[in-house]
Each structure stands twice: as C-alpha cells, then as structure tokens.
C-alpha cells in the first residue's frame, strides 16, 4: 500500500515513522470546525473525517492508496480544551487541568479505494474511522511551573496548551490510564491493528 499521511504534525508524522511503515506525508487545508452539539469522542471524530473528505474532494485515491488523518482534543469537565490562543491563554488550561484527571480523545480515519458491491467496474471511497481515549492525571501546578512550561515550551500547537512528551509531562503528569500514544495525538496500535486487519502492512 502507498501509505499517505494528511498531517501537519511532526509527532504523528514521527510516530508512524517508527511503526516501519514508509508513507508520504501531505498537508490538508480543512474547516475543524463542529456542529455544537458534539461531545467528547464524537469531536475528534468528525474532524478527523472532515480532514480525509477535504483531500478526497481534492485528489483522487489510487487503489493502492490509504490515507490516514487523525484528530485530537482535551477533554476536561464537560468542555474542550482546544489550542491556546496565546500564552495568557495557555496559562489558563493549565491552570483548569491542575491536580485533576482529563481526558485525550484521538481520533484515526482511514480511506481508501474499494470495488462496489454494485458493478465491479467501480470503485468507492471506503471511509473509517476510531476513536481511543486515554485519562490523564496532573499534580497540582505551582504558577512558577506554568510559567516556565509556557514561556520555555510555548505550547500554542498542542490542545489542551500541554504535550505529554515535553517537560510537564516527565514532570507533572502522575498517572494515565490508556494509551501514551493517543495522548500524544496518534494512537499507533489503532493504526498497526487496522494495517493487520485489512492486510496492508
């Protein structure tokens, strides 16, 4: 399979990298906005679909092409932790998350062309996708923490203003309940047991 990777991310781009798997990575421009009545798992879900109609809409798929595209959130008391605007911004997640248990929702799509069960001289786009969760304990955070994480690591790029990988990670996060991987915004095992289910790999 000619994998292709539609991410911006270098930490997905990494983590796929790292499964052996050789893939291509390509930038998608999609709307991530949602409908409002969406919650939870459902969020990263239908982005992560969003973002795999925006490039089928633009590029047609190969038979031997999968495409994959994911999308993450922070999940904290009923509402979603998003990325900061700015580092006063940033400040203030951190601040909502400190000694108490979120979650991480990751959602993975995969696309890919299959023949119809209508005409064998057709093919459709075949679209699925999951969703894995993964809960996350901080310890109380000193705003001297905050401040040192935000100034030094300038989370702007990462929901929920934090990456697990980074300093606040090693440093505040006592326990998670899941998969690191999700955390980190690509759930790998989703990826390899989908690879193995449809013999792709």
Known sequence: MNIILGSQSPRRRE??????????????????????DLVG???????????????????????DDLLITSDTIVWLDGKVLGKPHDEQEARAML??????????YT?????????????????VVLVETEVDCCDVTFDELSEAEIDYYVSRYRPMDKAGAYGIQEWIGLAAVSSIHGS???????????VHRYLNRHSLE
């Open 180 to 190: 690191y991987f999700t955390v980190m915004g690509f759930p790998t095992h989703l």
């Open 15 to 36: 983590l796929l990298t790292g499964l052996d798997i050789p893939h291509t990575d390509v930038t998608i421009d999609a709307d991530e906005s949602y409908p409002a």
């Open 107 to 123: 959602a993975v799509t995969f696309a890919r062309r299959q023949q119809s069960a209508v005409s064998s001289q057709q093919s």
């Open 95 to 104: 601040r909502d998350l400190s000694g108490k248990t979120h979650q991480v």
């Open 41 to 63: 798992g459902d969020i990263p879900k239908y982005i992560s679909r969003a973002k795999a109609e925006a490039y089928t809409r633009m590029h047609a798929l190969g038979k």
